[in-house]
């Protein structure tokens, strides 16, 4: 659709233009403004093999680069924790965070007698959905984001995950059997495959109903340049002419909406028979009646909840006041730096107020209300005449149900239009990435380049 189209094209050449990185001098992230509240980002940057549509700082798993490194993150938080930082939250990305479990869990440990932690949401995969696992996991991680992707079997042999995690079958499975031992377990899920049919996504959104998980992120394929060749590789070009279609499908299945129903009040996105799921993001999937769903669940995107955060390990990205710092990608060098008594910011970028104010209007429209007062306060002007251009297109395109005083809220059509921003927003991160990962050396670039 037109507005898709436009949409796409202007966060594209936004993102170029302010997330471009510059050599930083700081050895110290800057320290916590009192009364702030922040969530504590770790990176594992592991594997066991390297999937095609992964942008994110990764490298082949290596027991003797790993356990090194871990100890490192652990005294990174301790630096931390000298700058005065404390966190209520804590979240583990990668890479494969479980790749070395007690090295995780010693990690986690420390954080917790550290911080004042009250949840921790790790990332896994499906072979590490078993009871050994899952034994020293309960308790220490509340929510687990298990990445799934698809339960095609044809899609996970062209994603190169059949043979390293198993049938779709077995991984359902899995997630049944390890859904009791989180308040949280969440089915990461794409769509958008080329191979991916209607009715493939259909059985993959009721794979996921059945597997009796408490919440489902469904992301869109994103084709940044640095998998934009290994994509098309395996899996084939990318055709976001019928992403939309694939949403609709979906919401329809998981929440009971009826996309572009005109109903009562002229509000459009009507509820059709009440779905198992209810939105938690524009992505993000809650079942209803599970300690998943509510004001206080946990999501993926934790930038929705927490605007600041800063990042340990090689490969995170702290957002701190007005600047964004990318950690180096060389787990040599951030090993170095930690053992030399310095934080590894490799690059930074710097964002206008502007620019500011935009990143708020997106993750908060993500999350599916911006609070206008709160911006009134945090930036010295409403959100129309800080953001005049952006506001009056989103309200050409029906994308508002409320726009009062007070608040914005989402349509259906507006949902989809913050899936389309998001996509090209995390498009513009990787090619942030790709500026931090261009600068490996030797062995590393190696090891990730081939």
């Not at 594209?12 to 302010?18: A, P, Q, V």
């Not at 029906?398 to 914005?408: H, I, Q, T, Y």
């Not at 921003?421 to 990730?448: C, K, P, S, W, Y």
């Amino acid at each position: 659709m037109l507005s898709e189209r436009m949409l796409s094209t202007v966060v594209r050449e936004c993102t170029k233009s302010y997330l471009n990185l510059k050599p930083v001098a700081e050895d110290r992230m800057p320290a916590p403004v009192p009364g702030q509240r922040y969530m504590l980002y770790m990176h594992v940057p592991f594997c066991e093999r390297l999937c095609p549509y992964c942008s994110f700082n990764r490298f082949p798993f290596a027991e003797d680069r790993a356990r090194p490194y871990f100890a490192n993150m652990r005294r990174e938080m301790l630096m931390l924790k000298d700058l005065g930082y404390d966190f209520d939250s804590v979240y583990i990305g990668g890479g494969t965070p479980t790749i070395l479990l007690d090295e995780l869990c010693d990690t986690i440990d420390l954080a917790r007698e550290t911080f004042s932690i009250k949840e921790v949401s790790s990332e896994t995969n499906p072979n590490h959905l078993i009871p050994s696992y899952l034994d020293k996991l309960q308790g220490r991680v509340q929510r687990l984001s298990v990445g799934v992707q698809s339960f095609d079997d044809g899609l996970l042999k062209q994603m190169d995950r059949y043979d390293k995690y198993g049938s779709g079958q077995e991984i359902l499975e899995r997630i049944q059997d390890a859904s009791p031992y989180f308040t949280s377990m969440n089915a990461d899920m794409i769509f958008n495959f080329p191979a991916q049919t209607e009715d493939i996504l259909i059985r993959d959104v009721e794979r996921v109903i059945e597997s009796g998980a408490s919440q489902t992120t469904f992301y869109p394929l994103m084709a940044s340049p640095s998998v934009e060749k290994s994509l098309a590789r395996t899996v084939g070009k990318v055709d976001y002419v019928r992403e939309q279609r694939f949403y609709d499908i979906i919401c329809e299945l998981l929440t009971g909406e009826l996309p572009g129903v005109d109903v009562a009040g002229g509000k459009v996105g009507a509820q059709g028979e009440r779905g198992l799921f209810e939105h938690g993001s524009a992505w993000t999937f809650n079942r209803r009646g599970t300690g998943a769903a509510g004001e206080e669940a946990m999501i993926d995107e934790y930038v929705v909840d927490y605007e600041e955060y800063p990042a340990i390990g090689s490969g995170g990205i702290t957002y701190l006041g007005k600047s964004l710092y990318v950690n180096t990608f060389s787990v040599r060098d951030y090993n170095a730096a930690i053992e030399g008594g310095r934080m590894s910011m490799m690059g930074k970028a710097t964002f206008t107020k502007r620019n500011r104010m935009r990143y708020r209007f997106m993750m908060q429209l993500f999350g599916l209300r911006l609070d206008k007062r709160q911006f009134k306060r945090d930036f010295g002007c409403s959100v129309e005449a800080g953001l005049p251009v952006e506001m009056a297109f989103m309200a050409a395109s029906g994308a508002f149900a409320v726009n009062d005083d007070e608040e914005l809220t989402l349509t259906s059509k507006g949902r989809y239009l913050m899936v389309v921003m998001m996509r090209q927003f995390f498009i513009g991160v990787n090619n942030l990435r790709d500026q931090a990962r261009a600068a490996l050396t030797g062995e590393e670039r190696e090891l990730i380049f081939g």
